[in-house]
């Protein structure tokens, strides 16, 4: 009972202090509620979804799909530019933008109050990852009866971003852990971590890579006729088509365009389309775009585009959401930023190149090492490498149909997480 007590006043004393730094953040607004683009009726349980950005959905996506079929997705993230994909792959679920403000969680539960709660990969601690999930959200969804649980879940080793998440993981580290009714961990070392950190063992299951499930979804899905006409384009001109997603460094970007350069000095026919990892940057935009007009490679925005006007010296670049997929399907080879996905285009079976050095405390590193054993990719080192492996593949040295279903058996070996994960949470399509 006493101790009931300590923690009420220490939540809401840390309530108050955030209150005031959301005062002095010029916080102001509630969380925006997008309702569903198309209304169904699969029953009255509501489910919150935390889904951070596109690549906790894209992980987790059979998973989320096998939830949607037992009630009505809310899925909730922490960034504003997500709303069109993530309604484009569940178009009757709800997308809700948090603010990041104290009183979200009051807010939520009043507007849209769940009976599930269910936290894709991160964070599995709090203020643990490169996004923003209060731990009063889940105290309140918890309050409502709802019952939680942590999926796919990976520790990046973060600190802090700022006074406010330092103070609640001192405070409430131990009482986040609590909340979850289950946790599945990808991995030992992470089931590990998270008990050294107060998480109750009983209650932790090494589920493994949801990633792995995820593969076996190959339908594209596009979101307007420019894709369309952009693929198509690409397809006719039966030239080789290298496809670069996820490039969140921009030293990687002028590298690959450096490769790009001593490619087409050999074989000007190869097309190319390049994807950012986060075109709502606009500084990260500007600073790739310039580089391209400095290095005399045309390009055209796919934001921009119109029919007819790709031609075969002309970079695509992909500054959309949720369009990648459909381009590594088309593609000839794909190349993977660093520290990104390499699941996605080896799902349809495509020779995958990768440089740089990758992080061993990011979620990509595992399935990295992995594939990278199983020389299910190729790692290359600067603009040579790249541009070496390339022309070694589009010459006809090796044969794309030769890898093929040898990396998709290899990858269909390695799935079951979604199945022990709904397992371990007691749920299954007839719940």
């Given at each position: 009972?006493?101790?009931?007590?300590r923690?009420s006043?220490?939540?809401?004393?840390?309530?108050?202090l955030?209150r005031l730094?959301d005062?002095r953040s010029q916080?102001s607004?509630?969380?925006?509620?997008?309702p569903p683009?198309h209304?169904?009726?699969?029953g009255?349980?509501?489910?919150?979804?935390?889904?951070?950005t596109?690549?906790e959905?894209?992980a987790c996506?059979?998973f989320l799909r096998s939830l949607?079929?037992?009630?009505k997705l809310?899925?909730?993230?922490?960034?504003?530019?997500?709303r069109?994909?993530?309604?484009?792959?569940f178009?009757?679920?709800?997308?809700?933008?948090?603010?990041?403000?104290v009183?979200?969680?009051?807010f939520?539960?009043?507007?849209?109050?769940p009976?599930l709660?269910i936290?894709?990969?991160?964070p599995?601690?709090?203020s643990?990852?490169?996004?923003r999930?209060?731990?009063?959200?889940?105290?309140e969804a918890k309050a409502?009866?709802?019952?939680?649980?942590?999926v796919?879940a990976w520790?990046?080793?973060y600190?802090p971003?700022?006074?406010?998440?330092?103070?609640?993981?001192?405070?409430?580290?131990?009482?986040?852990?609590d909340t979850?009714?289950?946790i599945?961990a990808?991995?030992e070392?992470?089931r590990?971590s998270?008990v050294?950190?107060?998480?109750?063992r009983e209650?932790i299951?090494?589920?493994?890579?949801m990633?792995?499930d995820?593969?076996?979804?190959?339908e594209?899905?596009?979101?307007?006729?420019?894709?369309?006409?952009a693929?198509?384009?690409l397809?006719?001109s039966?030239s080789?088509i290298?496809?670069a997603?996820?490039?969140?460094?921009?030293?990687?970007?002028?590298?690959?365009f450096?490769a790009i350069?001593?490619?087409?000095?050999?074989?000007p026919?190869?097309?190319?389309?390049?994807?950012?990892?986060h075109?709502?940057?606009?500084?990260?935009?500007?600073?790739?775009?310039?580089r391209?007009e400095?290095?005399a490679l045309?390009y055209?925005?796919?934001s921009?585009?119109?029919?007819?006007?790709l031609?075969?010296?002309t970079?695509?670049?992909l500054?959309?959401?949720?369009?990648l997929?459909?381009?590594?399907?088309i593609?000839?080879?794909?190349y993977?930023g660093?520290?990104?996905n390499v699941l996605?285009?080896?799902?349809f079976?495509?020779t995958?190149?990768?440089?740089?050095?990758w992080?061993?405390?990011?979620?990509?590193?595992?399935?990295?090492?992995?594939t990278?054993?199983?020389?299910?990719i190729?790692?290359?080192?600067g603009?040579?490498?790249?541009r070496?492996?390339?022309?070694?593949?589009t010459?006809?040295?090796?044969?794309e149909?030769?890898n093929?279903?040898?990396?998709?058996?290899?990858?269909?070996?390695?799935s079951?997480?979604?199945?022990?994960t709904?397992n371990?949470?007691?749920?299954?399509?007839h719940?």
């Amino acid at each position: 009972m006493l101790s009931g007590i300590r923690a009420s006043l220490k939540w809401k004393a840390f309530s108050l202090l955030n209150r005031l730094a959301d005062i002095r953040s010029q916080l102001s607004n509630d969380p925006v509620i997008y309702p569903p683009a198309h209304q169904t009726d699969n029953g009255h349980r509501l489910i919150w979804v935390f889904c951070s950005t596109i690549g906790e959905v894209n992980a987790c996506l059979p998973f989320l799909r096998s939830l949607g079929r037992l009630g009505k997705l809310a899925l909730i993230t922490d960034h504003n530019c997500y709303r069109d994909s993530y309604q484009q792959n569940f178009p009757d679920a709800y997308v809700v933008e948090l603010t990041g403000r104290v009183s979200d969680a009051r807010f939520l539960v009043e507007q849209l109050p769940p009976s599930l709660f269910i936290i894709c990969e991160i964070p599995a601690m709090p203020s643990d990852a490169p996004c923003r999930l209060s731990y009063g959200l889940l105290r309140e969804a918890k309050a409502t009866g709802a019952r939680i649980h942590l999926v796919n879940a990976w520790l990046y080793g973060y600190l802090p971003a700022c006074r406010m998440d330092s103070l609640e993981v001192r405070l409430f580290r131990k009482e986040y852990l609590d909340t979850f009714d289950t946790i599945g961990a990808q991995n030992e070392q992470i089931r590990t971590s998270l008990v050294q950190a107060g998480a109750k063992r009983e209650r932790i299951f090494v589920t493994g890579n949801m990633k792995f499930d995820a593969i076996q979804d190959v339908e594209i899905r596009l979101g307007d006729e420019t894709a369309r006409a952009a693929l198509s384009c690409l397809l006719d001109s039966q030239s080789p088509i290298i496809v670069a997603g996820c490039l969140a460094d921009i030293d990687e970007c002028y590298t690959l365009f450096d490769a790009i350069l001593l490619i087409r000095q050999v074989d000007p026919h190869i097309r190319f389309v390049i994807a950012p990892r986060h075109p709502e940057n606009h500084q990260f935009m500007q600073s790739l775009t310039k580089r391209l007009e400095q290095s005399a490679l045309a390009y055209k925005l796919k934001s921009r585009l119109k029919a007819g006007e790709l031609d075969r010296n002309t970079l695509l670049i992909l500054d959309t959401f949720g369009e990648l997929k459909s381009f590594y399907s088309i593609a000839t080879i794909c190349y993977v930023g660093c520290n990104h996905n390499v699941l996605e285009p080896l799902a349809f079976g495509k020779t995958t190149v990768v440089s740089g050095d990758w992080n061993a405390l990011y979620p990509s590193y595992p399935v990295y090492q992995l594939t990278r054993e199983k020389e299910l990719i190729r790692h290359v080192e600067g603009a040579n490498g790249i541009r070496d492996v390339i022309l070694e593949y589009t010459s006809g040295e090796q044969s794309e149909k030769d890898n093929s279903q040898r990396i998709v058996s290899q990858l269909q070996s390695l799935s079951g997480a979604v199945d022990r994960t709904l397992n371990v949470i007691g749920l299954d399509q007839h719940s």
